[in-house]
């Protein structure tokens, strides 16, 4: 009897995590993981943190933990961690990015971060 139960939890479960993998976004623009075309920051990763980001990271205080992310010299030298915290998805909160804004970011600091 206890077997069964664990078998329809396992069940129901297992839908869950399947349902969820199928839930990943359409992308019509392709996604560059090998990094082959360079990434400007002043064409795509300024005004995609512009966009996704300042909302929060602009300095106002509203947000006192969130670093400041209003200028290239802050965004360099917090590259590293943006990328850690868009791959993972820990950023932006409240919001979400395409896996081709994830990948760019990640090109971008892969790229050496420049102010291209
Ligand atoms: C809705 C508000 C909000 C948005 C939008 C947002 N952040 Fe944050 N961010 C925060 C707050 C608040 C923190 C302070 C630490 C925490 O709460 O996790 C933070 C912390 C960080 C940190 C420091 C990491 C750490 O471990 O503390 C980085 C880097 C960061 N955010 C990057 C980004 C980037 C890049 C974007 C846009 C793609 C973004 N955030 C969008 C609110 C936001």
Do not use: F
């Not at 664990?6 to 479960?13: A, D, E, F, G, V």
């Not at 915290?85 to 971060?113: F, H, Y």
């Amino acid at each position: 009897m206890k077997n069964i139960r664990l078998l329809y939890i396992n069940l129901i479960l297992g839908t869950i995590l399947m349902a969820c993998e199928y839930n990943v976004e359409n992308e019509d623009v392709k996604v560059d993981d090998q990094c082959e075309a360079e990434v400007s920051y002043s064409n795509t990763l300024s005004p995609l943190i512009n966009v996704n980001c300042m909302p929060c990271h602009n300095g106002d205080g509203s947000y006192p933990l969130a670093p400041d992310l209003r200028t290239y010299g802050a965004v360099e030298s917090l590259a590293g961690l943006i990328k850690e915290v868009t791959q993972s998805r820990r950023m932006p909160k409240n919001g979400n990015l395409t896996n081709a804004e994830i990948s760019a970011i990640k090109c971008w600091v892969d790229q050496g971060a420049m102010n291209n």
